[in-house]
């Protein structure tokens, strides 16, 4: 008995599909071509030459996803601005190092490909880049039936900057004294997403109602996470940065650590700024204790500057001029003993 010869579509994967994707997402990658780039896409690797201008560079590299909060943009079908999460968590830690972000690749896998989906994930992808001033030189689309639930779909990708070795943001110069500036965040970024899902489905909101200003609770919620590359390489330009410290999981307490020497703590005072809104609202609906909310949000900070108290004034300056709303949120104190490396007082 002859069997039905199959096919690859058959087993659930369509080419065609991956091929008109692949054309799909060339114009918006065409957007963020920069110096450096040497292959466009659709070949086996990417092509890139680090800029002549360094002498001694030397190659950062960061790596990340989007965590939970896909499950929010599947449930609220808003896949336009995961893609600028997606890069904003790589090129965000790259920078703290002192590195210019110089390329990004994506990694989009599925269960069945939805080309209209997947092209606006990727168009979000390309915006993140111009964002940063990083090409977006490849990545890759995984078909995999069975893999995932309909509808939905992962997401990965990493950046590679470049910083002289003699500029290197290490942390190592940073004293008492020290000031440490605060740059507001654009929401909860891409973190604790898992205890917001939790939150959400015990207060159970309407989230399309107005909630900040303009806003819907769903656009807040999925607002992406804002890029601090242009403004921060503008400052290093002009100033010493002594540390730089992305608020991410683990929140003010454990990512500001992370850039300290053992010897010193940053005090942090909370009053220094407002807590947005929506931060407010997630304690409240969620009863969060303080100590875990510092813990797992940002808390309407996305990023740790610090500077020495003589340069903490034209740093500001600086930041404003680029376009950031700079505040200074607390000092560099002597460490006694054990004690924890950050306090938020």
Known sequence: MNQQSLSYRDAGVDISAGDELVE??????????????????????????????????????????????????????????????????SVNDVLVQGAEPLFFLDYFACGKLDVDTAASVIAGVAKGCELAGCALIGGETAEMPGMYPEGEYDLAGFAVGAVEKSKIITGQSIVPGDVVLGLPSSGAHSNGYSLVRRILARANPALDAIFDGSRTLAEAIMEPTRIYVKPMLALMAELEVKGMAHITGGGLTENIPRVLPETVKAVVEQSAWQRPKLFQWLQREGNVAESEMHRVFNCGIGMVVIVARENAARAIQLLQAAGEAPVEIGRIEPRNGDEAQTIVV
Not at 41 to 47: K, N, P, Q, T, V
Not at 59 to 84: C, E, M, P, Q, Y
């Open 24 to 89: 799909r997402i060339k114009p918006f990658a065409k957007k963020t071509l920069r110096e450096g780039v040497l292959s466009g896409l659709g070949g086996f690797g990417a092509l890139f030459e680090v800029p002549k201008r360094y002498r001694e560079p030397v190659l950062v590299s960061g790596t990340d996803g989007v965590g939970t909060k896909l499950k929010l943009a599947f449930d609220l079908n808003r896949h336009d601005t995961v893609g600028i999460d997606l890069v904003a968590m």
